[in-house]
């Protein structure tokens, strides 16, 4: 997390990492009741990376267009 916030600039943190990020807590509120707080968060990390690459593949196809 520390090198995530360290290696990229501020304004990618904001338009890609906390989109995701929200989209995966709201996720794994809503969803994810495993009784185990490590199951939850393993999903948790897992939803936020999944929902992380569908963003960047979504920027990728928006630039490849333009």
Known sequence: M?????????FRIA???L???????????????FHSFVLECLAFL????ITD???QF???LFR???
């Open 2 to 10: 520390y090198t995530l916030i360290r290696s990229l600039p501020w």
């Open 15 to 17: 338009t890609e990492q």
């Open 58 to 60: 979504g920027r990728k």
């Open 19 to 33: 989109p995701a990020l929200v989209v995966s807590m709201l996720t794994a509120e809503v969803f994810y009741k």
């Open 46 to 49: 897992l939803t936020w990376f």
């Open 64 to 66: 490849a267009r333009k």
């Open 53 to 55: 690459g569908l963003i």
